[in-house]
């Protein structure tokens, strides 16, 4: 039987991890018991990534970007300093949960977006959940975080806890026999399952003290690139004569810049990809309008030495005399900054012709969101089901853990066991490898740690094998070729830590050919 649930779950681990719980549920006392529920309703869910890193590196903004609309508040104001979870629903509601569980619908203010006051006491405020009818939160479901290093204790807390980072405590003062999830079981279920880590220039010890509390807290097995990836923000604003070898050009300083950081980041994250959250936000969220490019134009039309000029600063840009207002001039520094007005400038310059339409398409190109959309698909939806699992397994474990009753907790044990040796499961080890080798932690050839990355990054065999599209029998025999080299590759001549790798990989073959092979008679 299929509920409405398990047909949105991630794939046939997350599927053998629900019919666990189910089956366990009846043989659990009431408290496991609701942990299970909750460990159910999560693997039906999205994905949940959280969107985290440093107060003000352009969190919200990205949010708006990335689900395009602009529905977050940016900058201050108190529900900045909350979480607020965007996830689908089929109509917008906005509702702010209290720590007592208690809900409050809050209507949207007059621009469409999530008022920066709530009106409430923010002290009793859990968090904010917001159901919106964007097609991109059926995949996933983001979590905007008030960010780590800010000067208030209060939401960095919050971050903390829904990060999966706050200390665990043991609760003393139990009352036996309550259904209610304990603070144990709370924290167990309540961290989010994959991360976008938002920097911008310069990495600092804390982005990766939070990294760390982040990786060490879902996947109960070591996580990192594969539940990870980082964005370099706000690359419009490096200056490009401070990076060698970018040639006087932004675009290229950002990437100079996101390889550096990458490798500093290198154990926890799986890429670090440049982007300017601002500009991708106004391209994508309808907020530049046809007005904007029709003020864009004309500062198109200007000499060229008075716009290099005026470009030079916003302060010298907002107060230099000129036809266009000063109110439009600092509307389009909000949407574009500099960066993005030249940018723009240089593309009508280039085609005066062009329209807004395609202006706007110009400005999206040069934010670098696509390339974060895509790495988001291939990181995170391609490996949902592995990602989802390893972090409801951790969830059980943690729940068996907090029984007092040592019968339950070797039943669950003994039921993970059994979950753990079946085909489906191999997939977490095929993650474990992957993190090894991505995070360089095993040393591989080049080609090696690539043809890795390929089997455990894809969800569609062809793409697994690197074939995309051939027919069946040649990725079968090509699956099998693959099973053999890599058998004979951990037998002879690899480093004891690479052999634990290509047993891995060999498997992960030969679990393909099992798939597709002609059927046996
Ligand atoms: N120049 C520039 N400014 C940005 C960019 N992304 C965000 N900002 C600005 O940075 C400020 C903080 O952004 P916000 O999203 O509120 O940061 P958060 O605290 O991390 O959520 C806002 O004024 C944004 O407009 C970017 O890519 N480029
Ligand atoms: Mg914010």
Known sequence: MTSPEQGRLAGP??????NLCHRLQSQVSARTAAGFAEVLRRLGAPLQVAVAGRI???????????????????????????????????????????????????????????????????????????????AVLQGMTVIDTPGLGSLDAASVSRTEQLLGAAKHRKDEDDE???????????NAVAGAEAVLYVVTQGVRADDQQALAAFTAATASREAGPVNAIAVLNKADTIAPESVDGADGDVWKAATILAEKQASTLKPRVADVLPVIGLIAESAESGGFTSADAEALR??????????????ISADIFTSWECDVPSGTRLRLL???????????????????????????RSLLDASGLEAVRQRLSIVFAARADGIKAAAALASVTALAHASADPAERQRVHDAIEVLLAKPEAHQLRLLEALTLVASGAVDM?????????????????????GKPGAPRQELAAHALERAGWWRSFASFGATPAQSRVAHVVHRAYFLIWQQIREPQS
């Open 298 to 311: 004309q500062l198109a039309a200007l000499d060229d030495d008075i716009l290099q000029t005026m470009l």
């Open 445 to 465: 050839p080049e080609d090696l740690s690539e043809e890795v990355l390929r089997v455990g990054s894809n969800a569609d065999i062809g793409a697994q094998l």
């Open 176 to 186: 036996e026999g309550s259904d209610e999830l304990d603070d144990t079981s709370r």
């Open 13 to 18: 681990l997350s599927m053998s991890v629900a």
């Open 334 to 360: 909000e949407k574009l900054d500099l960066f993005g007005i030249s940018h723009a400038v240089e593309a009508i310059r280039q085609e005066p012709e062009i329209t807004a339409g395609a202006l706007r």
């Open 56 to 134: 003000k590196s352009g969190k919200s903004t990205l949010v708006n970007a990335l689900i395009g609309r602009r529905v977050a508040p940016t900058d201050i104001g108190e529900c900045t300093r909350l979480v607020t979870r965007f996830q689908y629903g089929t109509v917008d509601r906005v509702e702010i949960v209290f720590t007592d569980g208690r809900k409050q619908v809050l209507p949207f203010a007059a621009d469409g977006m999530i008022p920066a006051e709530l009106g409430v006491d923010i002290e009793q405020v859990s968090h904010i959940e917001a159901y919106l009818t964007n």
